[in-house]
């Protein structure tokens, strides 16, 4: 299995080597050049499986130069007791017959990126070994709030790593900023930036493509690397979890083998919704990919009418991790629909870098729109979600997954498709505690982590230990730099 450029077929790299670099030098997102096929039978296979076994099984059919044995071991130490509050890892709750979410959020910071950066780590320390890298990898990562944290519980005090996180300063909620200002490890910092994501993220950008700062970096024996979602080792691991809940639920008799489901998915960089269209590619019987966005609608627009324009007003809303205006793992899907035509794609992308905006052709959009269905979800409509959850099934769910209910009874409303249907949970409640507190008729007393303590009163609910006891932990970091200082501060921090 070899891994090419979205925007230059003529790249081809072997799986641990794509891992490695994260990024093509040409710009473009390292993506398979073929998909496996999951039959029935395989399927029938999983059902007994362990999430484990199931994430050994699907990422091995991806990563001939790893052994079973090696990824078994990753995927015990990544999903184990030690790291996750459910043997089940990533269970699927069932609202009502016809209605399913399916929770991420039971890894040690409590949002879905930790099912990826649990495992990116050990498939990059493995990579380092099997390509002869002796430099270290500085690990740069820009977050919106939850990648920054699951990013640097997953690197921390991993050999031959240093990780460095950027984020917007007034951009994430009071708990995601002390999960990240009290994290554990010798290798690991964290910085503020003025301004939003957007911001950070350019910063990171423009840090990647600085070759003189590359070279400095080589001649001390330093090398950069990402851990954001354009690095095929964070898209992987997300595919397993689409196969697995379908396992669960045929297992569980919710559904027969066969019978099809569709995923509506909170949706900011792409990641993870793209996830869901892979595993559908496999062979995992999908109906729709519902894409839900929150009032920062680009992906609404783009996926209903073939133009995608940031051209823009930016939100800050109460489902920050998908505050984002560019979704850079589109890129991935576009390659794919074009039938892998990497000059059609670069030529989007530079339209994208120039102007801000592009158009896909009819072919592409076409195939869009039999695949996709999208919708956004205001400020109202998110708390409103969150009322309607609680009140009506007991259950209480976070901002992003409010979007993701919302914008499934849109689609419900709309299409009057009744295929089964499951929304994809991807942070707990307790992150955004003074959103939730809001939406379910209280006021908040105090601010800040000061509000779990509010929550777990008001709800009886207990909060996820780890966000429980960051009140007694000490803050470490509380570096704050304009985004023109960013260069400056990776030198510092490999000095
Ligand atoms: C990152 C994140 C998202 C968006 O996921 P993408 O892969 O960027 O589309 C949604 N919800 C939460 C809680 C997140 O942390």
Request: glycine content about 8%; some cysteine.
């Amino acid at each position: 299995m070899n891994y090419t450029s979205t925007r230059d077929t003529g790249v081809s790299l072997e799986a641990a080597q794509a891992v490695k670099q994260g990024l093509s030098r040409d710009g473009g997102l390292l993506t398979p050049v073929e998909f496996p096929k999951l039959s029935q039978n395989d399927l029938n296979a999983m059902l007994p499986m362990s999430y484990q076994q199931r994430a050994t099984f699907v990422m091995g059919l991806y990563l001939p130069d790893y052994s079973a044995k090696e990824l078994l071991g990753f995927a015990e130490k990544a999903y184990g007791p030690a790291r996750f509050d459910t043997s089940a890892v990533a269970p699927v709750k069932t609202l009502d017959a016809a209605t399913h979410c399916l929770e991420l959020w039971h890894g040690p910071t409590s949002a879905f990126k930790d099912l990826a950066l649990q495992m990116l780590p050990q498939l990059l320390s493995a990579a380092l070994k099997k390509t002869g890298e002796t430099r270290t990898a500085c690990i740069l990562a820009a977050t919106s709030g939850d990648t920054g944290k699951a990013a640097m519980e997953g690197f921390a005090d991993v050999e031959q790593t240093k990780i460095l996180v950027f984020y917007p300063k007034d951009g994430v909620s009071a708990v995601q900023e002390a999960q990240m200002l009290t994290q554990r490890g010798g290798n690991v910092n964290v910085c503020s930036v003025v301004g939003n994501f957007d911001d950070a993220q350019s910063g990171v950008k423009r840090i990647f493509s600085d070759e003189a700062l590359r070279d400095e970096l080589d001649k001390r024996s330093y090398f950069l690397s990402s851990a954001n979602s354009i690095n095929w080792g964070r898209i992987l691991p997300q595919v397993v979890y689409y196969i697995s809940a379908y396992c669960d639920l045929v297992r569980d008799e919710k559904l027969k083998l066969g019978d099809k489901v569709n995923f509506c998915v909170p949706t900011g960089n792409f990641g993870d919704i793209l996830a869901g269209y892979y595993a559908r590619k496999m062979g995992l019987p999908v109906g729709k990919l519902i894409c839900a966005s929150n009032k920062n609608d680009v992906l609404t627009e783009f996926l209903t009418t073939g133009t995608y324009d940031r051209n823009r007003t930016f939100y800050s809303t109460m489902s920050p991790s998908m505050d984002i205006l560019i979704s850079s793992n589109l890129e991935r899907l576009i390659f794919d629909l074009t039938g892998g035509d990497g000059a059609q794609v670069k030529k989007y992308m530079d339209a994208l870098a120039m102007s801000g905006s592009y158009r896909v052709d009819d072919g592409v959009f076409g195939k869009i729109k039999e695949l996709f269905w999208a919708g956004s979800c205001g400020e109202e409509a998110t708390a409103a979600a969150i009322a309607r959850h609680y009140k009506e099934y007991d259950y209480l769910i976070d901002t992003h997954t409010a979007v993701a209910a919302d914008v499934l009874e849109q689609y419900r409303a709309a299409t009057k498709d009744e295929t089964p249907a499951v929304f994809v949970s991807t942070a707990s409640p307790f992150k955004f505690c003074d959103s939730v507190l809001k939406a379910i008729g209280q006021t908040p007393a105090g601010e800040g982590i000061e509000l779990i303590d509010q929550l777990q009163y008001a709800t009886g609910r207990p909060a996820p230990w780890r966000l429980a006891a960051l009140r007694e932990k000490e803050r470490r970091f509380d570096l704050c730099r304009k985004k023109e200082e960013m260069p400056e501060v990776v030198r510092t921090f490999l000095d």
